[in-house]
């Protein structure tokens, strides 16, 4: 019961802290109030506060800077498949040069973190999964994004490559971007669950090669499932010819 109410409660600072956002007109990049005034103006606890802006980092709506405080990114959901398409198609450079990259250095990242991972590497990582399974199947989708974002996140880190770390770093806010968006597509995250399972068994097996090859499957498929969603979107929506 005390896992259920705190959940409650992290959820509720996650709803206050986006109606905020929107209801006071802040524009992106702006920076939000201090951690002790938002506490005030929306009566909520730090800690309940801190977990909310970590939930609201990992969906793309702010980004927090250490140091410099919280900041707007992102003022409304996508409510449609329209708009994920869209943003697809209006950054399709920008996000076909960070698949590319994806594809090549994610694979390493978790070949190498397996070749370096411990038990408690691996209870972390099982511990993350665990809670992604969790968010699915209840349909709760800022902790899908979280928990998507923690698993992979943890790989690369887990992978102990200072350089890779930082090739990732450069890539957060597109990594955001294309998460939030991909995983609003019909299905996605029930699609993710095979994927993550098998990097997951990879892990457990402490076999890189394995756990190299179904992370390559994992994007690849991610790419696929977007390209296919696309095409079955424009075919939805574009009218029949018509009769002569």
């Known amino acids: ?3 259920i109410d705190k959940v409650s409660v992290v959820q509720q600072a996650v709803e206050q802290l986006k109606t905020y956002i929107i209801s006071n007109d802040l524009g992106v990049g702006q920076k939000l109030p201090t951690e002790k005034e938002l506490c005030a103006q929306l009566a909520i606890g730090r800690g309940s506060l801190r977990e909310a802006l970590r939930i609201l980092a990992a969906t793309g709506y702010v980004s927090q800077q250490p140091g410099r405080g919280a ?3 992102r003022t409304k959901e996508v409510n449609h498949d329209k708009d994920v398409i869209n943003w697809f198609e209006t950054h399709e450079v920008q996000m076909k040069d960070y698949l590319e990259v994806r594809a090549v250095f994610e694979p390493l990242a978790t070949k190498l973190a397996i070749s370096r991972c411990t038990d408690e590497d691996y209870k972390k990582l099982e511990g993350i999964h665990k809670r992604f399974k969790e968010a699915v199947e ?6 899908i994004l979280l928990e998507e974002g923690n698993f992979h996140d943890t790989i690369i880190k887990l ?3 200072e350089l890779l770390i930082n090739i990732f770093k450069l890539m957060q806010q597109p990594m955001m971007n294309f998460r939030y968006r991909s995983l609003s597509l019909p299905n996605a995250p029930q699609d993710a669950l095979k994927p993550h399972t098998q990097i997951l068994q990879a892990f457990d097996l402490r076999d890189p090669d394995y756990g190299e ?5 994992h994007v690849t498929l991610g790419i696929k499932n977007l390209n296919l969603s696309k095409e079955n979107y424009h075919r939805d929506t574009t009218p029949p010819p018509t009769q002569g």
């Not at 209840?138 to 902790?143: I, K, S």
Request: net charge negative; glycine share 4%.
């Open 159 to 161: 992978s102990g490559n």
């Open 213 to 217: 090859a179904c992370m390559r499957n």
């Open 138 to 143: 209840t349909n709760d989708f800022d902790h």
């Open 1 to 3: 019961m005390q896992a």
């Open 71 to 73: 900041f707007v990114m």
